[in-house]
């Protein structure tokens, strides 16, 4: 019974260390930084958007081309 018993303790003991090291193999990257973008207000509706998406002239900000026409 008590090789049994050491036979079990064994196995949990390098079951154990297995689960271990294989979790230090995988470790999980770290999340890659997001680039930032400036946000930006429409002149004539208050949206708030980023400023690739937006539409400017005169030194006025629009989200859309409707917007930017209506204050032409």
Same mark, same amino acid.
């Given at each position: 019974?008590?090789?049994?018993i050491?036979? *079990?303790?064994i196995?949990?003991l390098?079951?154990? %260390?297995?689960?271990k090291? =294989?979790g230090?193999?995988?470790?999980?990257?770290?999340?890659?930084?997001?680039?930032?973008e400036?946000? *930006?207000?429409c002149?004539?509706?208050?949206?708030? %958007?980023?400023?690739?998406e =937006?539409?400017a002239?005169?030194?006025k900000?629009?989200?859309?081309?409707?917007h930017?026409n209506?204050h032409?």
């Open positions: 019974m008590g090789k049994l050491l036979l *079990v303790l196995f949990a390098a079951w154990w %260390l297995l689960k090291y =294989s230090s193999i995988t470790r999980k990257q770290p999340p890659q930084t997001r680039v930032t400036d946000m *930006v207000r002149e004539h509706c208050g949206v708030h %958007l980023p400023r690739s =937006s539409h002239s005169g030194g900000i629009f989200c859309s081309e409707d930017l209506q032409r």
